[in-house]
T-cell receptor, first 114, second 112 residues
């Protein structure tokens, strides 16, 4: 069966520090991968998605970036965090072959910027 | 621009009664719709889905209804249980299958 791992679960970082959140998927190949952010009291905002290694699409301008160095690995990064980057970050995957397949989410990372 | 909207941020229902969560969308090209359930500090869990060729899909206590002409989606939970208390997100995708658009969520509280 497929599983998705996301870490760390919680992270407290000072303003201006770098960020690296990692997500890996097991049990499937060539998945579509996604990074979302859920800010307090708001829905899920799509940040990035990837349909293959090295292929990244960005949905919103920001100081975050994403990379997909391997088929089942998706990394969210920042060189200098802002206070507004605080939130709950979620990684998700969906089947890369065929349509009408649901996304499956990791357990999320609670990021607090001080 | 929010293409998928959940206009009720919260809903309270008595245990055993029906919970009805609503969702509206603006893009008529959406052809796949999903409901997710989310507990605090956890990722959303896929609950049920429906494709645009259907108007109803049922899975146990959960039924999703789709009204394409009204661009409206609803989730019915019967009977509601205290463990159903969570935030429910509706989502929609285009036939390209790569992107999903989420509503802002409805917090359901089932009162014992």
């Amino acid at each position: 069966s497929q599983t998705i791992h996301q870490w760390p679960a919680t992270l407290v970082q000072p303003v201006g520090s770098p960020l690296s959140l990692e997500c890996t998927v097991e049990g499937t190949s060539n998945p579509n991968l996604y990074w979302y952010r859920q800010a307090a009291g708001r829905g899920l905002q799509l940040l990035f998605y990837s349909v293959g290694i090295g292929q990244i699409s960005s949905e919103v301008p920001q100081n975050l970036s994403a990379s997909r160095p391997q088929d089942r690995q998706f990394i969210l990064s920042s060189k200098k965090l802002l206070l507004s980057d605080s939130g709950f970050y979620l990684c998700a995957w969906s089947g890369g072959a065929g349509f009408n397949q649901p996304q499956h989410f990791g357990d999320g990372t609670r990021l607090s910027i001080l | 621009d929010q293409q998928v909207k959940q206009n009720s941020p919260s809903l309270s229902v008595q245990e055993g009664r029906i919970s009805i969560l609503n969702c509206d969308y603006t893009n008529s090209m959406f052809d796949y719709f999903l409901w997710y359930k989310k507990y605090p500090a956890e990722g959303p869990t896929f609950l049920i889905s429906i494709s645009s060729i259907k108007d109803k899909n049922e899975d146990g206590r959960f039924t999703v209804f789709l009204n394409k002409s009204a661009k409206h989606l609803s989730l019915h939970i019967v009977p509601s249980q205290p463990g159903d208390s969570a935030v429910y997100f509706c989502a929609a995708s285009l036939n390209t299958g790569n992107q999903f658009y989420f509503g802002t969520g409805t917090s359901l509280t089932v009162i014992p």
